[in-house]
Each structure stands twice: as structure tokens, then as C-alpha cells.
């Protein structure tokens, strides 16, 4: 009797037993599926490159970048604010209209009459931060209002601060119900709703490869060198320039008579960050500024190492030709090109595509590996087609605008395909050719690396 219930008791415990192991080893099991599956989308959410790329980081830390966080409550802003801080330590300052909704005892309370008051002192505090030249200003609010944004943005470009919106990549930062369980500060799930409704997207006036400090003093250095150089060894090229500077007070560059000294106007006092413009956001066309922004999107605030390989002079412009990598390309928003058949721009150049290296060119306008045979000296080659007007305007006449660079170094490309009659002179750094009508272009016998920030130009 004894010994059938002690049977029982021990086939009953056992079976408790093995139970709770299963149920213990099946939970564990789940809380490490969870726990990597929230790992990985934590990997995700901050796979930023100016958090994870090196390069990147070390081009922020010495530039001047204002992060500004958007996106609703909930969807993980202030993770990734947190983290550019721990990234960039004192180099960084954080501004959130939060920090100033805290009461002395630590509680958060939200007061609508305080609204207004808390992000005038978080403007405050990030003006401040601007004017102190801190590399790295982070701004921590929903940024929804694009009012409210702007006033960030253009503190930013009175400071000559590049400007990086960031949006954070969490799976649910769109998804109501997530954002209403997830917020730290009780929104509700109408006001989220709300703000939803709100929240659209902002487009720059223009995208590109915005150059750092350093590059720009390069480029700078480099281009006098070689207008120098030019200048003492070309007879025709000082005769273009001192002729055209006697008429024009204002020409991009000029070679003094005398001391043969070239200067660059335009480089002294720099009306905007020098940049490879890669898209221009013309109004009305926000359906194809949307898809070049949704395609973008997870390179803006990213670091490329772009190739100057030519130097363009015009009697109106100075610009340096730089050639895209594949993976630059990919970035390259369309901008008109020199076998761009839609006739954007200066109008009076139709006659591009008559010769055969240009019609062969013209078949192979998606890809920029056609090498026209004029090119065939250079020791780098310069490309035709897709991107091939990718360039830094670093002068111009007081009279023009920046964006006759494009133009003048699209006709240029014109010339090299169809003058092959140009003249050649060989400088320190190059191969210099005169394309007629003071058009001049200068091949370098080595890249010219610099760095370049990518992302928009948010002023009007
Ligand atoms: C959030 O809202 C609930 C109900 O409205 C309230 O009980 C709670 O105290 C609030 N929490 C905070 C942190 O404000
Ligand atoms: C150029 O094209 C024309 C016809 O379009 C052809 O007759 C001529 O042979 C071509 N020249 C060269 C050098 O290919
Ligand atoms: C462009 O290059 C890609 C990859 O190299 C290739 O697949 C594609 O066919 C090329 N397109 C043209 C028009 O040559
Ligand atoms: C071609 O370049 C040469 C040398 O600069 C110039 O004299 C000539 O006028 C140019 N021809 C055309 C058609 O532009």
C-alpha cells in the first residue's frame, strides 16, 4: 500500500519535475530568441554611418554638423541622439526642449502655456552651441512642425553648420499602437495620430557632397598652383585672362600683368560650403524629389572620398571636375549630363550628339564607361555620360550664378568630343587643352582626394 502511493508520489513529482525543466528551457529559449531578435533590430536602428563608419566620424568630429532628430514619440529619436552623444563626447551638445519640461524632483511634466518657452531655451542652448563652434550640435525634439524645424536649420546655416536630419530606422516608427505603448511621456494614441498625420517629408533645395574644411583648402591651394603654373608657361592663356579681366572686373580668376600672380575672388569669402551638388529639388516636382530622397535616405549623413581629376576654367566660371565611383553614381539624382537630351540649361548647344565618338556615347548614356578617344593620352580618364558633370564650383563671375558650373563644364564636354583641334601644353600637374573661346581644361596626372559629407542643403 505504502510503497504503490510512494510510487505514486514519485511518478507525480517527477513528472512536476520534467515539467518545469521543459517549461524553464522552453522560456529561456524564448527570452534569448527575444533578446536577440531585439539585439538585432537594436544593431539596425542605430546602423548610422556617422555612429559606425570611422572615417565618417572622424570628418564630423572635425567639421561643424548639426544632427536634427525627427520622428513621433516613441519611435526611438532619443536613442540615437543618446548615442551620437556617447559617440562624439564633449565634442557634442544635446538640445532637447524635453530636458527643460523636468521638475527639480526629476518628474517630466508637460504644460502647454510652457511650450513655446521650452523650445525658445532649447533654440537657446543650440544657438549657443553654434556660436561656441561645438563640431557636433544634436537636436532632440519630434521636429514634426516643419516651422519648428526650420528654426534649427536656419541657426545651423547662419553658423555655417552642415545640417544632417536624422530619422530613426526602428520597425514601428510609423505604427500607432507600438509608438503609444512604447513613448516615455503618456502621448496619447489620438495625438499620435495626429502628429502621424502631420508628418511629411522635407526635401533640400539641393543633396550633394558637401566638402570639409580641409578639402576645401586643398582644392583651393591646388587650383591657384595650377592657374599659376599656367599663367607663367601659356602665353595664350595669360592673353585670355588679362584681356578678359580689363573688361570685367569680376572674372573667377584673373593673372595679374605683373606679377603673374593669379586670384580667386570667390574663394576668398565663400557665399555657401563648397559641394558636388548630386540632386536640385525644382519646385513642383515633389513626386521625383520623394523617390530620390526614399533612395538616399540611409546614405544622408555618410562620408565618400571623391576624385577631382580635371580642372575646368571658363571666363565664367572655375570648376573641378570630379569622376564618381559606381557606388557614388548610385547617389547621382540625374542631374543633366553632357549627353542629356531634355536641352536644360544654357540652350545653345543642341548640336552635342553629331559626331560618332558622341552618338556611340550617347547609346551608353546609363553607364559612364564609355572613354571618348580624345582621352586616350590622359593618364586618368575623365568619363561621358551618366555623372559626368560632377563638379565643385569654385568660382565664379559676381554676375552668374553657381549653377552655370554645370553648364559651362557640360559644354566643355561638348568641345572635348567634338574640337579635336584643341591646343595642348603640359603644366607640373597636367595636361592643359584649350577647347577655343577661352575654354580651358586642365587634366591632372593624379586624382585630388577629398572628403565629402553627404547630405542636403535645407535653405530656401
Ligand atoms: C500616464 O497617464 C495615466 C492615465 O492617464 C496616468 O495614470 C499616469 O500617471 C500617467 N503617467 C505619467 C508618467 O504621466
Ligand atoms: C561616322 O559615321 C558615318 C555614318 O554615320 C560613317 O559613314 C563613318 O564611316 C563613321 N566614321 C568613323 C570614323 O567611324
Ligand atoms: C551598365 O552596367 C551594368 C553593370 O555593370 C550592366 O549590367 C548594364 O547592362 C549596363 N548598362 C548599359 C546600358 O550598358
Ligand atoms: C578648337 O580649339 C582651338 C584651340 O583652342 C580653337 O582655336 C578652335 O576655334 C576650336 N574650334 C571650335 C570649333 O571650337
Not at 520534467?18 to 533578446?35: C, D, G, M, N, P
Not at 573688361?247 to 573667377?252: I, T
Not at 603673374?260 to 540632386?279: A, D, K, M, V
Request: aromatic share 10%; hydrophobic share 35%.
Amino acid at each position: 500500500m505504502n510503497t504503490r502511493r510512494f510510487a505514486v508520489y514519485l511518478g507525480l513529482s517527477l513528472a512536476v519535475c520534467f515539467a518545469s525543466i521543459a517549461l524553464y528551457v522552453l522560456a529561456t529559449e524564448q527570452s534569448r530568441r527575444k533578446k536577440s531578435k531585439d539585439n538585432k533590430e537594436s544593431l539596425v536602428a542605430l546602423n548610422f554611418p556617422f555612429l559606425t563608419d570611422a572615417h565618417c566620424i572622424e570628418f564630423v568630429m572635425k567639421s561643424k554638423v548639426m544632427f536634427i532628430m525627427r520622428g513621433l514619440p516613441g519611435s526611438g529619436k532619443s536613442v540615437v541622439a543618446h548615442q551620437i552623444k556617447q559617440v562624439y563626447g564633449d565634442k557634442a551638445v544635446k538640445c532637447s526642449a524635453d530636458d527643460f519640461r523636468v521638475t527639480d524632483q526629476g518628474d517630466y511634466v508637460w504644460k502647454a502655456e510652457e511650450y513655446e518657452m521650452t523650445h525658445m531655451i532649447c533654440q537657446d542652448k543650440a544657438n549657443q552651441a553654434c556660436l561656441n563652434a561645438t563640431p557636433v550640435v544634436i537636436i532632440d525634439n519630434t521636429n514634426i512642425k516643419k516651422f519648428l524645424l526650420f528654426q534649427y536649420v536656419s541657426i545651423a546655416h547662419d553658423t555655417g553648420y552642415h545640417v544632417v536630419i536624422v530619422e530613426p530606422k526602428t520597425s514601428w516608427k510609423l505604427s500607432i499602437s507600438e509608438l503609444t505603448r512604447r513613448n516615455q511621456h503618456n502621448v496619447t494614441e489620438e495625438r499620435l495620430r495626429e502628429l502621424l498625420s502631420e508628418f511629411d517629408k522635407v526635401f533640400a533645395l539641393y543633396y550633394g557632397w558637401f566638402l570639409s574644411g580641409d578639402s576645401f583648402k586643398t582644392l583651393k591651394d591646388r587650383m591657384l598652383k595650377v592657374l599659376r603654373d599656367c599663367c607663367e608657361n601659356i602665353p595664350s592663356f595669360q592673353n585670355s585672362f588679362v584681356r578678359d579681366s580689363s573688361q570685367e572686373q569680376d572674372e573667377p580668376t584673373s593673372c595679374s600683368s605683373e606679377t603673374n600672380l593669379p586670384s580667386l575672388p570667390c574663394l576668398e569669402h565663400p557665399r555657401s560650403h563648397l559641394h558636388i551638388t548630386t540632386f536640385f529639388y525644382k519646385r513642383g516636382q515633389t513626386q521625383r524629389a520623394r523617390e530620390y530622397v526614399c533612395m538616399v535616405e540611409d546614405a544622408l549623413g555618410s562620408v565618400a572620398t571623391l576624385s577631382v581629376v580635371a580642372w575646368t576654367i571658363t571666363p565664367r566660371t572655375l570648376t573641378a571636375r570630379v569622376k564618381l565611383t559606381s557606388q557614388q553614381l548610385n547617389l547621382w539624382g540625374g542631374m543633366l549630363s553632357s549627353v542629356d537630351s531634355t536641352g536644360q540649361g544654357s540652350g545653345d548647344s543642341n548640336t552635342v550628339l553629331s559626331l560618332n565618338e558622341s552618338s556611340s556615347c550617347a547609346l551608353q548614356t546609363t553607364n559612364s564607361s564609355f572613354i571618348p578617344a580624345s582621352y586616350k593620352d590622359l593618364v586618368i580618364k575623365p568619363t561621358v555620360g551618366d555623372g559626368d558633370t560632377a563638379h565643385v564650383t569654385l568660382s565664379c563671375r559676381s554676375d552668374i550664378t553657381p549653377v552655370q558650373g554645370r553648364y559651362d563644364l557640360r559644354d566643355l564636354i561638348t568641345l572635348e568630343l567634338t574640337n579635336h583641334s584643341y591646343e595642348e601644353y603640359k603644366v607640373t600637374d597636367g595636361i592643359v587643352r584649350s577647347y577655343g573661346d577661352g575654354q580651358w581644361s586642365v587634366y591632372l596626372n593624379e586624382p585630388i582626394y577629398v572628403d565629402g559629407l553627404f547630405t542636403g542643403f535645407y535653405g530656401s
